[in-house]
């Protein structure tokens, strides 16, 4: 489908947690994250993470030179899951 947004001149960038799956299909452009299957702007309440995720997309969007780029943002899941706990806590308390 990308590719065929991309021919009536409108780029598109994929995110994903399936590198093996992104490099088969081989996108336009993609960023591939480390989080689990279904977890693509991390965890539920981690505004700050989503949105970070979401101009790294766009970044790419702009910054890729090549088609089939991919990009590896430095996120890691532990991380992620970790202050989304601490967000669900802080929510729960309120």
């Known amino acids: 489908m990308q590719r065929a947004i991309e021919r009536r001149g409108i780029p598109t960038v994929s995110i994903s947690v399936a590198l093996d799956v992104t490099e088969h299909a081989k ?3 993609a960023v591939v994250l480390p989080f689990m299957m279904g977890h693509h702007f991390g965890v ?3 505004k700050q ?8 997309a766009l970044d790419h969007l702009v910054e890729a030179k090549e088609s089939g780029e991919l990009k590896f943002p430095p996120y890691k ?3 992620a899951r970790k202050e989304g ?3 669900q806590k802080s929510l729960e308390s309120n």
């Open 77 to 79: 899941w532990s991380q």
């Open 44 to 46: 539920p309440h981690h």
């Open 27 to 29: 996108p336009p452009r």
């Open 49 to 56: 993470l989503q949105r970070d995720i979401i101009l790294e």
């Open 85 to 87: 706990k601490a967000i």
